[in-house]
């Protein structure tokens, strides 16, 4: 007994031993993919996938897949089991050549061609439930392209609409400029034409008022010339009178006579 552990003792030091010098000289598997994924983190680098929403029909189209494909996986096992029977029936009818062991290796062929015929079939599903799940992948795929479609046509008939309001706005804004301008030129125009009415107007007032004042200079020029002419006859219709005095006739209102009476 003390012999046996002594051995076992000696042989797990040995073990030690070759398994320290082993991992000296390489990194184990596990440790080489932490340090790689500290290093990803590290660098950053790592980038987490999103997950595609799947549809529940493409889900279940998959889920049939799945299911047939183990179901051809069973009937391929089957099959080489059946198989195998096969060929040692065979080799016991060869051998014994009796009536029953024929008969078991006839069973066990019928048997293997079951097999294979359920694998056959299995395989037949399994390829249309692909097909049926490509149909349902491709027709999921035809449906967001034509969503993603009708959203980029929306966003570029929005951004045309916005585009063509912002020239339309700018078009606009142009025609009112001209607009404005063209109304100020206008009433610049109409301004001027009123201001030299006014300064016709004042013109032709000064020149009724200078004419107005010539006539009346000559009227009372020619009033004047009519009281003098007056006065010079008078002076020769009686010239007794204009010997003291000269006889001078003034305008205006007469001054009322004062009585020296009292």
Sequence with gaps: MVRA???????????????????????SKKTSKVDKRQKIKLSGHQRKKKAKKISAALKKAREAVDKLEKKAKAAEKEHSKASKKVVAARKTAKEKKTAAKKRTAKAALNAKQKTA????????????AKAKARAVDLAEKERSRKKAETVRAKADLDKAVAAFIARWKKKRAKIEVVKAARQARKDALRARIAARKAAKKEKEDIKKAAEKAKAAARKASSRRAAEEKFNR????????????????KKFGKKKPKKNYQN
Excluded: E, Y
């Excluded at 003792?9 to 990194?27: E, I």
């Excluded at 359920?118 to 399994?126: L, T």
């Excluded at 006859?233 to 001078?248: V, Y």
């Design 5 to 27: 552990k002594n051995k076992t003792a000696t042989d797990n030091t040995r073990h030690r031993k070759k398994s320290k010098g082993k991992n000296l000289g390489r990194v």
């Design 233 to 248: 006859q008078k002076k020769k219709a009686n010239p007794a009178k204009s010997k003291g005095k000269r006889a001078t």
């Design 117 to 128: 015929a359920k694998v056959a079939a299995i395989k037949a599903r399994i390829r249309t």
